[in-house]
């Protein structure tokens, strides 16, 4: 399998590896919708922070993403990083918290 590089639609770095965001989850009904190619980071801490339920009701597109409070300081952090970095995540106590 090909390893596709390029621009993160939504930290904007550039030359990372990317992966396929479905702006609504598959299991939400959004398998056959819109997507955005994101860096495997800001894809992982999008779904630490938030459950599939969350992002179809209330961040279904880049720019809610971008302007979400949470989002915004790791937007922020990792627009600092280098394109090859490797970031551990860890999941929100707060997402946890909702899943009980």
């Known amino acids: ?12 770095r550039n030359e990372v590896e990317l992966t396929e965001h479905h702006l609504i989850p598959k ?13 495997k980071p800001c894809h992982k801490q999008i779904h630490n922070l938030y459950t599939n339920r969350e ?17 915004k300081k790791f937007i922020k952090f990792i627009r600092k990083q280098p394109s090859s970095a490797r970031v551990k995540m ?11």
């Open 55 to 71: 992002l179809a009701v209330r961040l279904g597109t880049v720019k809610k993403l971008q302007n979400d409070e949470q989002l």
């Open 1 to 12: 399998m090909k390893r596709r590089t390029g621009q993160c639609e939504l930290c904007t």
């Open 90 to 100: 860890r999941k929100s106590n707060e997402k946890n918290q909702r899943r009980r």
């Open 27 to 39: 299991e939400e009904g959004g398998a056959h919708l819109q997507t955005a190619m994101l860096c």
